[in-house]
């Protein structure tokens, strides 16, 4: 897999960042360069703190820089899951924030003149006739929370938004898009600097000292604070290890063909579409009019052979007007994932909080996360503290036996799929 990732290659915003040389203090310290910790690190910024944060590669190198861009309120395990898990108050709550965050994503590329190419529309696909049923109880469950129900196309409807042979309905989604989203990382990243946050790249933390004042532990320097913040998501590894065990990494990958007239036939209305697997294929339109077309999964994270023509393949089982095309990118990278697939936020102590398992949708709920840790830090936690009130169980068996024991879980998913 080195064909490389579309996003580099299209960075449309300059950011300077340099590592760490020497000892620095900071009221609150960051670790990891994602979209949850630049935009806690512009929050937190503008409200005064001083904000010092460390990534171990450069900013938006994580899944920030590499996902498919496609942002959406709720969550990963749906909205049935968290109300099971936290109670239909409390499910409202959530997902009204998660509407805010969709809300929050927009209004900072305005506000900041972020080049990430937004666009507004969404189309969640059906391919089987269960999957049709679940479009209209998703509707009903939209028109009950207050959101936006769109139209569940069908027939001609469909073909005119979405030239593919192969779903049987989509429901329109007016509030979700997509983005660019390395340079919205990025402009994020540019924008805490503006207001005063210290970023440094190329800098691994090797060691976490818990205390009143936490200190952290890197190769060229110790950054010592008030509050931690740890948002490296799926790439913290075991650096935490009171929070490895709730998650799993994940490899997800992404191709982009070359840039096409016909993919504005393909997608005319230019909307993000997933359909309803359990190991779902997702698209768009690039800015450029390439395809980008994203699935497939790797539950030991290594890039499965043959990705390339694999990724092409189950394109055109969607378009097969993409025959003769050529896959000029390919990229991947890993997710972090939790059992029940909702957001794990809390705390390891007072002050030392953290954000992971977004479960691949978190482009949107990042930056809100990041808005909420620069609350809770001020003082204001009742809206994190909904957050993390959502109930966690670690992945069972260790690390070495949590990938076979995810394996068999996914199974029953995997064959429920092809039904």
């Known amino acids: 897999m080195s064909l490389g990732n579309y996003y580099e290659a299209t960075k449309r915003v300059a950011l300077r960042t340099a590592p760490l040389e020497g000892d620095l203090s900071a009221d609150v310290a960051i670790i990891g360069g994602g979209i949850t910790g630049v935009s806690a690190a512009l929050h937190l910024a503008e ?3 001083k904000v010092a944060l460390l990534e171990a ?3 938006g190198w994580g899944a920030s820089g590499r996902n498919g861009g496609q942002a959406l309120p709720g969550f990963a395990a749906g909205q049935g899951k968290i109300k099971a898990l936290v109670g239909p108050e409390r499910a409202k709550k959530l997902w009204d924030m998660s509407m805010e965050g969709v809300a929050l994503l927009h209004g900072q590329i305005a506000r900041f003149a972020i080049p990430c190419d937004p666009v507004r529309g969404y189309l969640h696909a ?4 269960r999957q049709v049923r679940e479009l209209e109880e998703t509707q009903e469950e939209l028109a009950g929370l207050g959101a936006p129900a769109g139209r569940i196309l069908r027939g001609a409807d469909l073909r005119a938004r979405l030239a593919s042979p192969k779903y049987l309905a989509a429901l329109e ?3 979700s898009g997509h983005i660019h989203p390395l340079n919205y990382t990025l402009g994020l990243a540019a924008a805490a600097q503006a207001a005063g946050a210290q970023l440094f790249s190329q800098t691994r933390v090797s060691r ?3 205390g009143k004042m936490v200190r952290v532990h890197t190769p060229r320097g110790v950054v010592s604070a008030g509050f931690l913040l740890a948002a490296g998501g799926a790439y913290l590894g075991d650096l935490m ?4 065990g709730y998650i799993m990494p994940v490899g997800t990958y992404i191709m982009a063909t070359e840039p096409r007239a016909d993919v504005r036939e393909m997608i005319p209305g230019n909307e993000a579409v997933a359909d309803l697997n359990f190991v779902l294929d997702y698209f768009r339109r690039s800015a450029d009019d390439r395809m980008l077309f994203g699935g497939r999964v790797s539950y030991s994270t290594l890039p499965p052979p043959s990705l390339g023509y694999s990724m092409l393949q189950r394109a055109l089982r ?3 007007q993409l025959a003769g095309a050529r896959v000029e990118y390919l990229w991947g990278g890993n997710v972090d994932i939790t059992q029940s697939r909702a957001p794990h936020f809390g705390r390891l102590a007072d002050n030392i909080l953290f954000c992971q398992g977004f479960s691949g949708h978190g482009v949107a709920l990042t930056g809100l996360a990041g808005r909420l840790v620069a609350e809770a830090i001020a003082g204001q936690a009742e809206r ?3 957050f993390a009130a959502i109930p966690h169980a670690r992945f069972p068996g260790g690390r070495a036996l949590r990938v076979p024991a995810l394996l068999l879980a996914t199974t029953y998913f995997r064959l429920r799929d092809m039904l």
């Open 47 to 49: 409200r005064g703190y």
């Open 57 to 59: 590669e450069h900013i």
């Open 126 to 129: 059906a391919i089987k006739p």
């Open 173 to 175: 989604d007016e509030v």
């Open 208 to 210: 976490v000292e818990a």
């Open 241 to 244: 290890r009171p929070l490895a």
């Open 318 to 320: 969607v378009f097969p």
């Open 384 to 386: 994190f503290d909904v």
